[in-house]
Nanobody
Framework: QVQLVESGGGLVQAGGSLRLSCAAS????????MGWFRQAPGKEREFVAA????????VYADSVKGRFAISRDNAKNAGYLHMSTLKPEDTAVYYC??????????????????WGQGTQVTVSS
């Protein structure tokens, strides 16, 4: 079991920045990839970014490339999503997730084994 807890969400004006955190506990040594997804009202959950827990390989959705940066701190068992130049369309509940399968970071929600409870990000225009 891996437990994930997100924090750092909130209300920000367009053009602003936020940093989301994801604290991992439990069988973190089994985690190969940490991913971030988001879900806006009435929409499906969509991939945002992912990072290999060891090695640091990253992958991003086209919609956030150049604006968001994913990172992790293995010593703290924590992952981060640094969001800048935020847009109203970034408004969503953001979830972190853990994938226990070895390999390159995956972008489909079904590939992830554990999920956090989510944190709301609201970007006002």
């Amino acid at each position: 079991q891996v437990q994930l807890v997100e924090s750092g969400g909130g209300l920000v004006q367009a053009g602003g920045s936020l940093r989301l955190s994801c604290a991992a506990s439990g069988r973190t040594s089994s985690t190969y990839t940490m991913g971030w997804f988001r879900q806006a009202p009435g929409k499906e959950r969509e991939f945002v970014a992912a990072i290999r827990w060891r090695g640091g390989n990253t992958v991003y959705a086209d919609s956030v490339k150049g604006r968001f940066a994913i990172s992790r701190d293995n010593a703290k068992n924590a992952g981060y999503l640094h969001m800048s130049t935020l847009k109203p369309e970034d408004t969503a509940v953001y979830y972190c997730a853990a994938d226990l399968t070895p390999g390159s970071p995956r972008t489909t929600a079904g590939a992830y084994d554990y999920w956090g409870q989510g944190t709301q990000v609201t970007v006002s225009s």
